[in-house]
């Protein structure tokens, strides 16, 4: 009986629905009134992560050439948040901003894109593709909206050229909502995580 149990439980551990989170993706993007620009980036993996190697990057107006903004040499912990926000937004984003820059002014038009060295691990928007005033879908808009990352997303989207939809992977909520900044939860596992409860499964049902 507990090889059975022990077996359907680890089953149901690696099941489809859970995924393994590799590197940083955005979490949050806030795009409020006037400067409240902010832009909010996850590390899900059990390691600390350099931010010395990442870059952030913001395609005005369907421009194929960006704006760059270095994000530093700080360590971001495991399941820990990095916000950049406008050096001129409100006190209650800033108050959580660990990075400001005046480059990071974006509309509902512009495209945002987060690099690894040379290679993009996230976007948010179509890189050479001006929509308008915003991407739109059934449930909200680029433009005066902040959009969380959906909790079953495990990792970033690194399709710069695709056609955007930002109802697949995020929720939306209305111009300067601020209060989930600087936090992040999904339902995704880490290599650690998995491994611990794996080992401590089968110590269990020895």
Not at 103 to 122: C, E, M, Q
Not at 144 to 157: E, I
Request: glycine content about 8%.
């Amino acid at each position: 009986m507990k090889f059975l149990l022990s077996v359907l439980v680890l089953s149901l551990l690696a099941g489809p629905a859970c995924a393994q989170v590799t590197d940083l993706f955005i979490s949050e993007y806030i795009e409020g009134s006037v400067y409240n620009k902010a832009l909010e980036i996850y590390n899900g993996t059990d390691d600390s992560i350099n931010l010395g190697n990442y870059s952030l990057e913001l395609y005005a107006n369907g421009s194929t050439v960006p704006t760059t903004i270095t994000l530093g040499n700080a360590d971001l912990n495991p399941l820990d948040v990095f916000v950049i926000a406008n050096p001129s937004a409100s006190v209650a984003i800033l108050g959580h901003t660990d990075l400001t820059s005046s480059a990071l002014n974006f509309n509902g038009n512009d495209a945002l894109v987060l690099r690894r060295d040379s290679y993009v691990i996230d976007r948010l928007g179509q890189v050479g593709l001006d929509p308008g005033a915003s991407w739109n879908c059934a449930s909200g808009s680029t433009l005066n909206s902040t959009l969380r990352r959906q909790a079953g997303v495990c990792s970033g989207d690194p399709n710069l050229f695709d056609q955007f939809n930002p109802c697949t992977e995020y929720d939306f909520y209305p111009s300067d909502t601020f209060d989930d900044l600087g936090r992040h939860s999904n339902d995704c596992w880490s290599v650690g995580s998995r491994e611990t409860s794996w080992g401590s499964l089968k110590a269990n049902f020895k």
